[in-house]
């Protein structure tokens, strides 16, 4: 396979998750150089001494996608690609109200990816091909009956990754991923509550694996899938298989 990324400057959001940390290994290792964005400060200065042994350049900032000058101010070089993995899974099963739950799902995984897209799109190197990788999720293939928000919020990053699919190729293509159940912190509540239940509907009988996931940006970054635009790809053990 063919990952030549050598030097390629990305910009990574939600870079301390779970799947985001696995990300960053795979890429410092490819020789990547790394924006990396979250809004834990505690998880990035953790990230920044796992990744300390890594020659590349790594670039570490606390954002939460509001003031867009504070992060383009510090891109002194052109950009590849925009990993957006940032996002909030918060459950709508609650009496009181919830519409503030709404507003947040909307906010933190469907504008979030919309306004970081929009504001690093000028930043793009004009002379190689731009990469852009959303998250959507498994609740958008099947409907989260108790995270309806959320299903919403994640069905509209498929939305925009058809959308700018067509508008920004050649120069850029856009792909999204949605993964199933992967073991990380984001649904960790969801396993405790419901993990039984869930391992019956998946094919493979286990969650999925930060890394498991990461393995599949690096291919979508690489020249491996140099034809392979406006997708939705599925990572979840076999949970949909259409």
Do not use: C
């Not at 953790?46 to 867009?68: G, I, M, P, V």
């Not at 891109?75 to 690609?81: E, N, Y």
């Not at 094919?203 to 996931?213: A, H, L, M, S, Y």
């Amino acid at each position: 396979m063919y990952f030549d990324l050598k030097n390629r400057i990305y910009v990574v959001t939600g870079a301390s998750g779970g799947i985001g940390s696995a990300l960053v290994n795979l890429l410092n290792k490819e020789g990547a150089e790394l924006f990396l964005i979250d809004t834990d400060q505690t998880s990035l200065d953790q990230l920044k001494k796992e990744q300390a042994t890594h020659q590349n350049q790594n670039y570490f900032l606390n954002s939460n996608l509001k003031d867009f000058k504070e992060i383009t101010n510090k891109l002194k070089k052109p950009i590849s690609g925009i990993i957006h993995l940032a996002g909030q899974l918060e459950s709508d099963n609650v009496t009181s109200n919830k519409k503030p739950i709404w507003e947040r799902a909307i906010q933190n995984n469907l504008t979030n990816a919309y306004d970081i897209i929009e504001n690093l799109l000028p930043y793009f190197d004009k002379n190689v091909v731009g990469k852009i990788i959303l998250t959507s999720s498994l609740a958008y293939r099947r409907g989260g009956f108790d995270f309806i928000p959320y299903t919403a919020s994640k069905g509209g990053i498929t939305g925009l990754v058809r959308a700018y699919s067509r508008k920004l190729a050649p120069e850029i293509l856009v792909n999204g991923l949605a993964p199933g159940i992967i073991d990380t912190k984001m649904p960790k509540k969801l396993i405790e509550n419901r993990g039984d239940e869930l391992l019956k509907q998946i094919p493979q009988k286990r969650f999925g694996k930060p890394e498991e996931v990461a393995s599949v940006i690096l291919f979508l970054l690489s020249e491996a899938a140099s034809y392979i635009n406006g997708q939705i790809i599925n990572i979840d053990g076999g949970i949909i298989n259409s």
